[in-house]
């Protein structure tokens, strides 16, 4: 109970969050625009451009469209579950300070410190792929002087306000949206032979052991694969934080997150699979240092649009300075929320006269670049801290799923009335249980092949799964040191701390 009402006593400096709090708080400045594309954007990145091949050149068409459309489903009820709660309650922290709320403070002591270090960890990632990237144009000039221009064009872009942050991402997420769009034009006129001078149908759909390759086996193999394409699109929760009318953008957003699935995955998807043979070498090697062989590149090199590797590594180039911005952002409003909670040091909590945290964003752009720089030191430490944040978004999502489970629980037993809700998730409880169920199933099976072998493969165990007992330290130590106990839901805050 002590812990309950420390916990509900810090809740009390949220309330303003603010326009007018200036200097102390961060402010309401992203516009519905901003929150769309935030979250369409978040789902659209590497992933889909260059994932995609391998994936159907493993579970074949069909078995690639099973697998994104699963995790497609479960995306979507996470997401009406985040929006349930960040309508009522637009906090910067999110689903970290749901958990704290909702089900334990440890709880969400751990997601938070874990979603923290899994994007200061991707902004690493992405300044190493934008130098690989711009090898394309220039191999002459080294990495390290295109990874640090662009590791100071994603701070600059952070620093400035967060309207300069929204402004960013509006703009990145429409030229990938634009080129998905008219990929997908493209490939269907291809499909017909409207295009490309030949009527290729769905023969490709019947080749070899197509529409699926090696089973339900295969199927399973790729859902770790589709569910980190789909990494990002919690980033809606954490900006509402900052949305200017978090009553209407945010669900307004959250409604974008079903027929974004549908038209970029699953449309791209089944194009890619009906122009190119799934038993293509090509499909495999599409990745940040083959450019050339990205399977949206073979499509448009197909019906000969010229300069279709160097259109695309632009567009991939976006892709990637769009998610270290977005990742800088959620990370610093992480550690921010966090330090305002005291579940991180004080002085990360300080705000200057534009609303940005900027000790909390200088704090993760160090991490971010020691990170980055382990990568030209030591291959083997920057793949340890590589695969310690793969787990993460995952159990983010599950961290999600349990918060709302509990939120409505809570909501229902304090008597409230779940039609007042500006916006409700439907299926529930089936939503977040299901939602729940196969986050777990991805977490524990990614590397199911290493317990097949004739002897297991502990090292690749071990560098699978090693986020895990990270986790469960973070969560576990807090409780022991903070003794916190599960919040009875009679006893679960709803304090609206939006702006007023």
């Known amino acids: 109970m002590e812990a309950i009402r420390s916990y509900k006593g810090r809740e009390n400096n949220q309330k303003n969050q603010n326009n007018n709090e200036g200097g102390e708080n961060i402010k309401r400045n992203l516009k519905a625009r901003h929150m769309t594309m935030i ?5 659209i990145g590497t992933g889909l451009f260059l994932a995609t091949g391998a994936s159907i050149q493993t579970a074949g068409p069909g078995g690639a469209l099973i697998a994104y459309g699963a995790i497609g489903i479960m995306v979507y009820f996470l997401m009406t579950s985040l929006g349930e709660m960040a309508t009522l309650m637009p906090i910067s922290g999110s689903f970290s300070t749901y958990a704290s709320r909702f089900v ?8 938070g410190w874990n979603y923290w270090f899994n994007w200061a960890v991707t902004l690493a990632v992405e300044i190493v792929a934008s130098a690989i990237i711009m090898k394309f144009w220039f191999p002459e000039v080294p990495s390290i002087i295109w990874s640090a221009l662009f590791l100071g064009l994603i701070f600059l872009l952070n620093a400035l306000s967060v309207k300069s942050y929204g402004e960013s991402e509006y703009w990145f997420a429409l030229v990938k949206v634009v080129t998905i769009i008219v990929f997908i034009g493209v490939g269907v006129l ?25 089973g339900l086996l295969s199927i399973l193999s790729i859902f770790f694969i589709a569910g980190f394409s789909f990494q990002g699109t919690e980033l809606v929760g954490i900006a509402a934080g900052e949305s200017e009318d978090p009553e209407k953008n945010v669900p307004k ?19 890619i699979g009906l122009i190119i043979p799934y038993t293509s070498p090509d499909l495999l090697g599409g990745d940040v240092d083959n450019i ?16 279709a590797a160097s259109v695309m590594n632009a567009v991939i180039l976006t892709s990637v300075l769009s998610a270290g911005t977005s990742g800088l952002y959620a990370s610093t409003r992480m550690l921010w929320a966090m330090a305002r909670d005291g579940q991180a040091p004080k002085f990360l909590q300080n705000v200057n006269n534009r609303g940005i945290p900027m000790n909390a964003l200088v704090m ?12 030209i030191f030591g291959d083997k430490v920057y793949t340890w801290l590589l695969n310690a944040s793969g787990l993460t978004g995952f159990i983010t999502w599950v961290g999600i799923a349990v918060s709302h489970y509990r939120f409505r629980k809570a909501y229902i037993a304090q008597g409230r009335d779940i039609n007042d809700l500006k916006f409700r998730a439907k299926w529930f409880p089936i939503g977040p249980i299901l939602a729940f169920a196969m986050c777990v199933f991805v977490i524990l099976g990614q590397n199911y092949q290493a317990f097949l072998t004739s002897e297991i493969d502990w090292y690749g165990v071990a560098v699978s799964y090693i986020g895990l007992p990270i986790f469960l330290a973070l969560w576990l130590g807090y409780k022991l040191v903070h003794k916190t106990k599960y919040v009875p839901l009679e006893e679960c805050s709803f304090e609206d701390t939006s702006s007023k």
Do not use: H, M
């Not at 409207?194 to 390759?213: C, V």
């Not at 957003?253 to 194009?271: D, G, P, S």
């Not at 993760?364 to 990568?375: K, N």
């Open 39 to 43: 979250a369409i954007g978040g789902s």
């Open 104 to 111: 334990d403070p440890a709880l969400g002591f751990a997601l």
């Open 190 to 214: 291809t499909i017909f032979g409207i295009l490309g001078g030949e009527f290729i149908g769905f023969k490709n759909f019947t080749l070899g052991d197509a529409p699926i390759n090696g």
């Open 253 to 271: 957003a959250i409604r974008q997150v079903f027929w974004r699935i549908l038209l970029f995955y699953i449309a791209a998807i089944a194009v």
């Open 292 to 307: 050339g062989v990205s399977p949206f590149t073979l499509v448009f090199e197909k019906v000969g649009i010229a300069f």
């Open 364 to 375: 993760t752009t160090i991490i971010g670049g020691l990170a980055f720089l382990t990568s």
